[in-house]
């Protein structure tokens, strides 16, 4: 009696474990550990181009992360893209002058947005836009510029008019040096 | 020779179908499979924990020093995570499985068969195919995936030491990253079909094995190694073919 029961402790033991494991891997290593469905509220942004940015990226400030990529559309009449940003409600206190940006994480990293806060008494409220907005890096735009104008004055592509303002608010651009043949 | 073989092939596939008639009736003899499931899964658990804990390890050095070339090794949680519930997981788990509890049935069912106690049960109206056959199939079914998530788990853990604390990388950007790019349908639980597929394989091999034995010792001694070179083989096989199915 008392070896029946030792084998099935063991098992439930065992089986209880593998349960565990698998529920270990599904909730804590995979993009479910992203998912919290905690109160959040939406933002929008828009953005000439969006590179690599997928559903589900990072939205970080400072680094941190404070939510995530909701949508990804394509506005039919400005044709940019909008995207919608889930923000969650414990960082409620972003100013609404801020400036959004597509960044990648290190080399080979994927896409995020960062937000850059601004000076703005004013919070953003649930369904804000950002009105200053920074599009993805492309490499070959870039490769472009440089090899035909020798500084990236002019961009090539027509950046709307926030896109610009926010290059400059965002990242003032060190003169690049003039190549001359 | 290749028509032996071909009856071989034959006479397992005519097994399955004889298992899997059976399971209804073996389940009356639940307390059975219970004891196979601590049997083959709970006293795995010392060599699988202990193998995935060092897979999980050299897996880490090894992609770290290949990253570390490409400047990406933010990327280790990621590879090591995706190539463990992909491939590794199952297919290593699989393979220990055979040596460790494939053979152990083989063995067990072939004593039997050798010293005549599956004809004795016939004799008694017990039918060996639902007590002894269809309890260990389905006890191996239902190992395999524990087993395999329990070697997965305890690879990312030792993935995790040494890249993490060993190797100084930033621990943020360890989960950070595998958590981004692992998704759970599509990884996780592709890895948990493949081991229960191979799960009811290696089972369906041991058990026939041991079944159809020569009632010798040295015909158990062949049966228990045909199980290990067969099972592998087919574990091999099958997890190419699945990769292709599930991608």
């Known amino acids: ?181 | 020779m290749i028509g032996d073989a071909l009856a071989q092939v034959g006479a397992c596939g005519l097994f399955l179908f004889q298992i899997l008639a059976a399971i209804p009736k073996s389940l009356r003899h639940f307390r059975e499979t219970i004891r196979q499931i601590w049997f083959v899964g709970a006293m795995s658990l010392v060599i699988i924990m202990t193998c995935g804990l060092f897979v999980g390890m050299v897996l880490g050095l090894q992609l770290y020093y290949v990253l570390s070339i490409f400047g990406g090794t933010a990327a280790l949680g990621t590879v090591v995570s995706l190539s463990l519930y992909r491939e590794l997981g199952p297919v290593m788990t699989a393979l220990l499985f055979a040596g460790r509890a494939g053979t152990s049935i083989t063995a067990e069912i072939g004593l039997m068969r050798a010293t005549d106690q599956l004809s004795a049960m016939e004799m008694m109206a017990v039918d060996p195919l639902a007590y002894v056959a269809a309890p260990r199939f389905l006890a191996c079914i239902v190992a395999m995936p524990l087993l395999a998530c329990v070697f997965n788990a305890l690879g990312i853990m030792g993935a995790h030491l040494v890249g993490v604390s060993w190797l100084g990388l930033d621990n943020g950007t360890f989960w950070s990253n595998m958590t981004s790019s692992v998704d759970v349908w599509k990884d996780v639980v592709n890895g948990v079909w493949k081991s229960v597929a191979f799960g009811a394989v290696i089972a369906l091999i041991a058990v026939f094995q041991g079944y159809t034995t020569p009632p010798t010792s040295e015909g158990v001694a062949y049966a228990t190694t045909r199980t290990v070179v067969f099972s592998s083989i087919v574990v091999l096989a099958l997890d190419f073919v699945m990769t292709a199915f599930l991608m």
């Open chain 1, 1 to 181: 009696m008392t070896q029946r029961r030792s084998y099935q402790i063991g098992t439930g033991f065992f089986i209880l474990l593998g349960f565990a494991a698998l529920a270990y891997l599904a909730t804590q290593t995979t993009s479910v550990a992203n998912f919290r469905q905690g109160d959040s509220y939406t933002l929008k942004a828009r953005f000439t181009n969006i590179g690599q940015l997928k559903l589900r990226a990072p939205v970080k400030l400072a680094g941190v992360r404070i939510g995530s990529v909701e949508s990804i559309e394509l506005d039919p009449t400005k044709l940019d893209a909008l995207i919608k940003l889930s923000v969650d409600k414990r960082y409620n206190d972003v100013p609404d002058d801020s400036a959004a940006a597509i960044f990648t994480s290190g080399l080979l990293g994927d896409q995020y947005v960062g937000v850059q806060p601004g000076g703005s008494p004013d919070m953003f409220k649930d369904g804000g836009e950002f009105v200053l907005t920074q599009s993805s890096m492309q490499l070959e735009d870039l490769i472009g510029k440089f090899l035909v104008n020798g500084s990236p004055q002019k961009p090539a592509d027509k950046a709307s008019a926030p896109d610009e303002a926010a290059a400059k608010v965002a990242a003032p651009t060190p003169p690049a040096p003039d190549i001359k043949h």
